[in-house]
């Protein structure tokens, strides 16, 4: 496996805060030949190294993996490959070059390119009845999961307080979420025969129904939403505000998405979650059955493990069905999903389905 190459991110970091080579390398108790060495990525960094320059440059051990810069290049790529740019292909190096030593421009560029897209969509759009054009909300939404890490601390924090409130081992959580809808709420949980949904909210008759065809990890999941969508209101649109949705369609979408995220954070608090799948070696079925929820679910929850100073491996999730098409998607680590063009043909989803309920396994 090739060792990482952070050099870049080192000689950023080194050039922010003012440093200059020997003055970092005096710091660090290396020579300047070495470290520039390293900043050419023609050494590798050991551990006790690693640890030094986190501590020196006082940045998260997370900030010197190149992680930032990976995502950058990722939406630099999208962007150049966009066939309406008319532009030749700018080679890899470039790409790797502008991420890592002018982040800051590339962002810019991202930002002017989004705004560029929207302005292309909102002016060749179908137009609705009223004038207003339609924007790609689900698009919209992806890129605000995306830019943040698919990590938001506030709802986490939400979810771990009624955690703690509720304070109910995974088997008996949705006996104690549906008590606290009960008590705190007045609204009532049904389970039953539903005819053609799985779930009814009648806010007159404070009545939650549930279809019975939902497994359990389903019910719990859909209470676990109402509750969050009960009490955790506020942190939901503290999380959206900065998003400024160019329409009531993607913010929509992204408050649902972000009251799904709330509900998966209550149903697997964040440090438990981390502790287990490092001890389960993140073995999902394992995961979700100690959690009680779904593969889906637990597989879900892994790719938000983002949090400062405790972070978990970044995954990637993708819901795809068997004709290809991707209709759910979150990146801890700036994936690139591809945008134009047709998905790698041995990429291995496209053959998961002919081997259903086995796990199957592609290095990435």
């Not at 320059?53 to 966009?82: F, K, M, N, Y």
């Not at 993607?250 to 209550?266: E, F, H, K, S, T």
């Not at 069905?321 to 998607?329: C, L």
Request: charged content about 20%; some cysteine.
């Amino acid at each position: 496996m090739a060792r990482p190459l952070i050099g870049r991110t080192i000689r950023r970091l080194r050039s922010e805060q003012r440093l200059t080579q020997q003055a970092l390398a005096v710091r660090l108790g290396v020579s300047a030949s070495y470290l520039n060495l390293i900043e050419h990525d023609q050494r590798a960094v050991t551990a006790s190294l690693l640890l030094k320059l986190g501590a020196t440059l006082q940045v998260d051990l997370a900030a010197l993996s190149g992680q930032a810069e990976h995502q950058i290049e990722a939406g630099l790529r999208e962007v150049l490959s966009d066939p309406l740019l008319g532009i030749e292909e700018v080679p890899e190096a470039e790409v790797q070059v502008l991420a890592g030593s002018a982040p800051a421009a590339a962002r810019a560029m991202l930002a002017l390119y989004r705004a560029w897209r929207v302005a292309r969509e909102d002016s060749s759009g179908i137009a609705l009845p009223s004038g207003r054009r339609i924007l790609l909300p689900t698009e919209e939404t992806r890129d605000f999961f995306q830019d943040r890490g698919n990590h938001f601390a506030g709802l986490e924090s939400v979810a771990e307080a009624i955690g703690i409130e509720l304070a109910a081992a995974p088997s008996e959580l949705n006996h104690a979420i549906a008590e606290r809808l009960r008590r705190t709420h007045a609204l009532r949980v049904r389970v039953g025969p539903l005819a053609g949904s799985l779930r009814r909210f009648d806010p007159g008759a404070r009545l939650l129904e549930l279809s019975e065809t939902l497994p359990r990890e389903s019910r719990g999941f859909q209470m676990a939403f109402q509750l969050m969508l009960l009490e955790a209101r506020e942190a939901v649109e503290a999380a959206l505000a900065p998003a400024n949705p160019s329409s009531p369609e993607a913010a929509a979408i992204m408050r649902v998405g972000l009251l799904n995220y709330a509900a998966g954070a209550l149903l697997m608090p964040y440090a438990p979650f981390l502790a287990a799948a490092r001890a389960l070696r993140h073995e999902v079925d394992a995961l979700a059955a100690r959690f009680g929820t779904s593969f889906e679910q637990a597989a879900h929850r892994l790719s938000t493990l983002q949090r400062e100073g405790a972070r978990g491996v970044p995954f990637f999730f993708l819901r795809v069905d068997p004709a290809g098409n991707v209709d759910k998607r979150f990146s801890a680590a700036g994936f690139p999903f591809s945008r134009f063009g047709g998905s790698c043909p041995r990429w291995l989803p496209h053959t998961a389905f002919a081997t259903p309920d086995v796990v199957r396994v592609q290095l990435a």
